[in-house]
């Protein structure tokens, strides 16, 4: 969708088509298309209004009712900010007594929505001309917001007085515009180098004003993490969607953090609760597994902050780096699930299968963390097909303990 599209869909005859089409439905789409070009409108706007209802449909997700009156585009749906987490976003600026967010690089506005449903001033700015005609059809509602199109680098902040309750907030681009995957989407960079602005940049900038956050790719290295800021790794229902380095007055916790989020809790892991257990050796035999296992939440893990789980429980980590902590102590964590330990063998796919066969079990759903078997593969050599014999399903840990390989029946506490 391009830049006169965008004013086309969001204004007059395209507006109205757009707001009077049904909920999206799929099997529909083309019969739906058919009518609408009999019906006179012209088949570029019908192209276009059904690919913003079908967006409309998955924006749904991230950004409950709103969605329904948002353009979306996929890259950009994609990389926005689900709503809640925004929301997380614009409290620490609120908080920190900041009136006006400079928001660079906005995206299709998710967190520049947020910020202004705060009543700050939100003075948006995206790199694209396309996207930022989008970032101000989403924010139309809010006085307070306004959208330049233009380049980070290349804007005025405010000085003097200005400056005195003023907030920065960047969403490096980290897609390479004009470079499309297989599958359509543009290409994703992972280095620090690559993004857009650059890390250098956005160094700058947190040096220039104190009160600046940045939403960076959950692979962010922990040595990167500057000193002083707060670097938080941030999962919803257990997928981690970014970390966000906070500086100055944005940052609740200096160091590495993790926030485990959902529609109603969120709880925060800090480099103070791993204290010394994140020192601890792991086990060195699969012999001094405990009857609990724990997996933490991802978020805590790109963290590096297992050590925590370590210590809430009492308990050791299988091998350094494999997140699974052991335990004889059973406690119950917002941040981690437990599993009871029913068997903890070596792993060796003749025993394994022996044993799954005496009891009872025809079906396995196969976790893994620091081993590289691949798991159809394995399922097969096992025979469990999930045929549905009248068997029973097991659930199979694959990592590692001292050095070696293992394999943990569990079942969830």
Not at 306 to 322: H, I, K, P
Not at 384 to 400: D, K, Q
Request: net charge neutral; hydrophobic share 40%.
């Amino acid at each position: 969708m391009d830049a006169a599209m965008v004013d086309r869909l969001s204004a007059g005859e395209g507006w109205a088509l757009l707001q009077s089409l049904p909920p999206y439905d799929e099997s529909g789409s083309l019969h739906l298309q058919g009518r609408l070009r009999e019906a006179g409108f012209a088949a570029d706007l019908v192209a276009a209004a059904m690919t913003q209802s079908r967006l409309r449909s998955r924006g749904v997700d991230k950004f409950g009712d709103f969605a329904a009156g948002m353009l979306f585009t996929p890259d950009g749906l994609e990389q926005s900010t689900r709503l809640a987490i925004a929301a997380r976003h614009a409290h620490r600026y609120a908080a920190a007594g900041v009136r006006d967010v400079y928001d660079l690089g906005c995206g299709l506005g998710a967190d520049a929505m947020a910020f202004a449903g705060l009543d700050l001033r939100v003075h948006a700015v995206d790199a694209d001309d396309t996207t930022a005609r989008i970032a101000a059809v989403n924010l139309r509602h809010w006085p307070s917001a306004r959208v330049t199109h233009g380049l980070a680098e290349d804007v005025h902040l405010p000085q003097g007085e200005g400056r005195r309750h003023l907030g920065l907030w960047l969403d490096p681009a980290r897609r390479v515009t004009g470079v499309a995957d297989i599958s359509g989407r543009t290409k994703r960079v992972f280095s620090l180098d690559a993004i857009s602005p650059s890390w250098s940049k956005v160094l700058d900038f947190a040096g220039e004003v104190p009160a600046t956050g940045a939403k960076l790719s959950p692979a962010f290295p922990h040595a990167s993490v500057p000193h002083g800021a707060e670097a938080q790794w941030t999962s919803w229902h257990g997928e981690v969607l970014e970390c966000t380095v906070w500086w100055g007055p944005l940052v609740a916790t200096a160091g590495r953090t993790a926030a485990v989020a959902t529609e109603t809790s969120t709880s925060v892991v800090t480099e103070s609760d791993a204290g010394d257990a994140e020192r601890r050796p792991g086990l060195r035999s699969v012999t001094d597994i405990g009857e609990w296992l724990y997996e933490p939440d991802r978020a805590v893990i790109r963290a590096g902050l297992t050590g925590a789980l370590v210590g809430a429980v009492d308990g050791a980590e299988l091998a350094t780096g494999v997140g699974y902590v052991s335990s004889g102590v059973a406690r119950e964590l917002p941040w981690a699930r437990r599993f009871r330990v029913v068997e903890a063998m070596p792993l060796s796919t003749k025993h394994l299968a022996r044993w799954l066969r005496d009891h009872g079990h025809d079906r396995v759903t196969i976790k893994k963390r620091g081993v590289t078997l691949d798991a159809d593969q394995l399922r097969r050599q096992l025979k469990m097909t999930g045929r549905g014999r009248g068997g029973s399903e097991a659930t199979l840990v694959l990592t590692r303990v001292g050095g070696s390989q293992v394999a943990l029946v569990v079942s969830p506490a």
